[in-house]
């Protein structure tokens, strides 16, 4: 059968009006239902619906939605880091490119200057009869002994600090922690990371639809049974999501196919340019490994500036798993302020042996909170990043194609299998649609 033939077929069938709206149904609505899919994939980012105690379906806490990102956060920014952060180098390397010795100095010159008012703080929370009491004079001498030791208790508290800090800092539980109290923050990551991937699945489907629709025409000439419709909608819905979710990943690995070249796409009209003939080389590899330098900058600037800080890694070594640990070390460094002549006889003696033991304790909580409020700094977190910038980026670009897809793949492989059910489910329903509103219309016609 020539072309002429067929299209005379077709153009006979009773339903030629109907089969023709098929191929253009068939892309439109597989992009709707593939958009749909990627908004469902990282939005809402907390639970939309009505709670229901022990509801078992899709882990959710209830009917209703909550992005696949943002509800399983913990468990993808686990993946993440067991995968790829943890290739990257260890979080000692990573402290000790900060630089502690400019940050032990940033810290004493900023706690420097409130030192008497936190040395006044914890002496009259503590014990504000003594403290009083004392003669203005003594007091100045406190102050100035304080002044005097507090640069080198600092640097070699910091010192300590950074040659402890695998030992007081779980990287993973911090980033996981991290990821799990701010989950905007997880779906932004994928987002700035993965969006030229998630457009291209988006916008590819219409394409992967409008083929499926030019066979499904074809099939429906063949086999004009009107259940043809839905349930080959169904099977688009589910093969094409499949297809675009692949063509981003796969291969993992380049492949170079060569070829016949005779122009050059270019970004202005005329959009081609003509050239002599010549063999080229493809690159066959999943998109998202493509841009593997281009996404290594984005990556990055996102790991030093909301994940590996130091203001995160402070705050998980005084105030997580390990704070105990923290302030024992702490307590061999800050207590050498009371072991001076002037500082200990004044105090001893006013105090007693019990209530001077227990301001030891004051002592270290109120320099825990003093000494973090420099830590939070942006300018401080801001310049720290800076120092470890490259450092992330060019350990990201040597990643192999393999462990690098595991910057973006968790998000899909989590759910994977959703994303592609309901493609089909989604299909079957606008297929059942186009043959109530086009195909029994144009019967009864």
Known sequence: ????????????????????????????????????????????????????????????????????????????????????????????????????????????????????????????????????????????????????????????????????????????????????????????????????????????????????????????????????????AAIWGFLTNWIAIWMVFNPVEPHYIRYLKFFALQSRFPFIKPQLPHIARYRLQGGFMKRQEEVSEVFAEIVVKDLVTLENIMNEMMYGDKAIETRELMKSHLYKVLESPVINTTLRLGLGRREFGQLKNTIIDKSIVATMVPLRDPELNESRASKIFGLFRDRIRALTPDEFQNLLRPAFREDEMTLIVLGGLTGFLAGWLHLVLVFFPSMQG
Not at 78 to 93: M, P, R, Y
Not at 163 to 191: A, G, P, Q, T
């Open 1 to 232: 059968m020539d072309v002429t033939s067929l299209w005379q077929a077709i153009a006979e069938h009773p339903e030629f009006l109907a089969m023709l709206t098929i191929p253009p149904v068939t892309a439109f609505v597989t992009w709707i239902h593939v958009w749909m899919a990627l908004k469902m994939l990282f939005y809402p980012i907390k639970f939309r619906g009505i709670r229901i105690p022990n509801f078992p379906f899709f882990g959710l806490p209830g009917l209703g939605w909550q992005g696949i990102v943002p509800r399983k956060a913990g468990k993808i920014s686990g993946v993440i880091v067991d995968q790829t952060l943890s290739k990257l180098g260890s979080l000692d390397e990573f402290f000790q490119a900060m630089e502690p010795d400019q940050m032990a100095v940033f810290i004493t010159e900023a706690v420097d200057k409130n030192l008497e008012i936190l040395i006044d703080e914890i002496m009259l929370d503590h014990s504000p009869a003594l403290w009083g009491n004392l003669p203005y004079a003594l007091k100045r001498r406190v102050y100035a002994q304080a002044h005097q030791e507090l640069p080198s208790i600092m640097q070699s508290l910091v010192t300590d600090l950074t040659y402890h800090v695998e030992d007081l800092v779980d990287m993973r539980k911090m980033i996981v922690n991290k990821m799990e109290s701010d989950r905007r923050l997880m779906v932004n990551m994928f987002l700035k990371v993965g969006q030229k991937e998630i457009n291209f699945i988006w916008h590819i489907s219409a394409l992967i639809g409008l083929l499926f629709g030019v066979i499904q025409m074809f099939i429906f000439l063949v086999v004009p049974q009107h259940w043809t419709v839905p349930f080959f």
